[in-house]
């Protein structure tokens, strides 16, 4: 029922191709042909390249002082969500897990402190080594004098 009603919104090849796709990669991740470190580890990556590629705005944010590249409501439900992720991980005792969800906390709070840096909220010499270290990476992002 679950797949008629998917495919019953709009019935088109890339749509049922996708679905069949998704529909493998998920049989493999829990069937027997790919163990569960290999799951967790490929989700593992896949979650820190997610709340990595969220600091790809930072840049501007420096550049303009303007908070509005960074989408808060967003900021804010990752940045709680990857909090309780890891408080669990420190309860089961699981360090990839707890590594991959301490990263995804970081990511997400640097985020949060831009955001609040930009909106006057933080002063710039509480930031300016997390300042420098953005400027060093991304030069071209830099204010022209």
């Known amino acids: 029922m679950l797949v008629c009603t998917f495919l019953s919104v709009e019935?088109?090849?890339?749509q049922i191709v996708s679905f069949l796709i998704l529909m493998s990669l998920a049989d493999c991740s829990f069937s027997r042909l790919m163990p569960a470190f290999l799951t967790g580890s490929i989700a593992s990556f896949l979650t820190i390249g997610t709340y990595f590629s969220s600091l790809g705005q930072i840049p501007a944010v420096i550049r303009e002082k303007e908070p509005k590249y960074i989408n808060m409501p967003l900021v804010v439900c990752s940045t709680v969500n990857a909090f309780l992720w890891t408080l669990y991980g420190l309860?089961?005792?699981?360090?990839?897990?707890?590594?991959?969800?301490?990263?995804?906390?970081?990511?997400?709070s640097t985020n949060l402190v831009f955001y609040l840096w930009a909106?006057?909220?933080?002063?710039t010499h509480y930031i300016q080594s997390l300042i420098t270290v953005f400027q060093i990476a991304f030069p071209e992002y830099e204010k022209e004098a």
């Open 91 to 108: 309860i089961v005792h699981d360090v990839p897990f707890l590594t991959s969800q301490i990263l995804a906390f970081t990511f997400m």
């Open 119 to 123: 909106a006057d909220y933080i002063p």
């Open 11 to 14: 019935q088109n090849r890339l």
